[in-house]
């Protein structure tokens, strides 16, 4: 695909690299003017002297009427400096240099030149732009290295610095971010040089868990541009806490109950643990299709053994030793004897379970 744009006498094509050029030679218009014999067709480029493609139609009758650039006793002369990439086309209005495929060093100012028997030659002028559109895009961290897809675990409240950089193309592509951080609350600040541009956070925030940062570099309406894209992972305390039981007091001896605890917000997923009075007991997880709620089953049965001793339920998150919430019951275990004919020793146990306050260890 090409661009063009004729202004004053010098007509200005623009073509990507490794595309196809087509180069009018608009002197032949001027030559039907004239009654002279034409005697070349000559290409030149300003970087070369020698001309890089020559028609030679001297051998060609001239005095028909159905003279034709196509006749077959014109002589073809390309520069074998393009290497079998020129081709000269004759069965259009007028003819044209095609440059299949256009390399970087192809641009510049080409000159079509029809030379004349007794006349003085005419000439005209194309400039040829080639574009190289960037090889790709790379984002970097402030550690300067290579970054892509999900980058982290980071914490909440550091920095996040990231600079991108397209690989190649000229004339130097123009980088834009784009993406669902414009949907946070957190501060952002763009720096874009002629080269790089680079998005800082000062301090990483809640609501930027799993921010799209995508980096585009476009040099040309011409090109396809590219990009590339990286999702921010943070690590995230559990918010809160929250145990539950499946029973009403009193509750009689020996019967099974069920201690539900549950915790949400946290990433990676919560690790919820039960101690009583200190001990590690068994339990069950459950983690909800999301994975932003842990919900965790201690299951027992009551006994007056546990009387006094207090259940802990401990949430922890991997990633962040140092954070944890806990939230306790204090087991009472009340027994009444009561004395039959029987003489049989009959025993009601009462548990009631005494619920704390949530505890964060930070």
């Known amino acids: ?87 000269l086309e004759l069965n259009s209005e007028i003819p044209t240099l095609r440059i299949d495929p256009v390399l970087f060093d192809d641009h510049g100012r ?49 920095t996040l610095i990231i600079t991108c950089e397209a690989l190649g193309g000229d004339p130097l592509p123009l980088l834009s971010w784009s993406g669902t951080y414009g949907n946070s609350t957190g501060a952002y600040h763009q720096i874009t040089t002629n080269t790089t541009s680079t998005i800082k956070i000062p301090r990483l925030q809640r609501n ?39 029973f009403l007091e009193p509750l009689s001896d020996g019967k099974e109950v069920t201690f539900t605890c549950k915790s949400f917000g946290s990433h990676p997923r919560a690790h919820i643990r039960w101690c009583l009075d200190g001990q590690s007991v068994t339990s069950k997880d459950v983690v909800a299709e999301n994975g932003n709620l842990t919900i965790s089953y201690h299951q027992r049965r009551s006994s007056s053994q546990d009387d006094g001793k207090t259940l802990e339920c401990i949430v ?24 039959r004919r029987d003489e049989w020793l009959i025993h009601f146990c009462f548990a009631a379970f005494e619920k704390r306050s949530i505890r964060r260890v930070c």
């Not at 011409?222 to 039981?245: G, R």
């Open 1 to 87: 695909m090409q661009q063009m744009n004729s202004r004053r006498k010098v007509k200005k094509i623009i073509v990507v690299e490794g595309q196809v050029a087509i180069l009018p030679c608009e002197s032949t218009l001027s030559s039907r003017n004239t009654s002279a014999e034409t005697t070349l067709l000559r290409w030149f480029h300003n970087r070369y002297h020698k001309p890089l493609y020559t028609l030679d139609v001297r051998h060609v009758n001239q005095q028909s009427k159905s003279f034709r650039w196509s006749d077959n006793n014109a002589r073809h002369f390309p520069s074998p400096d393009y290497e079998g990439r020129l081709y």
């Open 110 to 158: 080409y000159t079509c030149q029809v030379d004349f028997r007794t006349s003085r030659s005419v000439s005209s002028y194309t400039d040829l732009r080639v574009i190289i559109p960037p090889k790709g895009v790379v984002i970097r961290d402030q550690e300067d290295r290579k970054v892509e897809g999900v980058i982290g675990p980071f914490n909440l409240g550091e």
């Open 208 to 246: 930027d868990q799993w921010t799209h940062f995508t980096c585009t570099a476009r040099n040309s309406n011409l090109t396809l541009a590219k990009s590339s894209t990286v999702t921010v992972e943070i690590n995230l305390p559990p918010l809160d806490i929250k145990m539950e039981k499946n």
């Open 316 to 339: 922890t998150n991997p990633n962040i030793p140092s954070f944890i919430l806990k939230q306790t019951y204090t087991i009472n275990v009340h027994c009444m004897k009561e004395n």
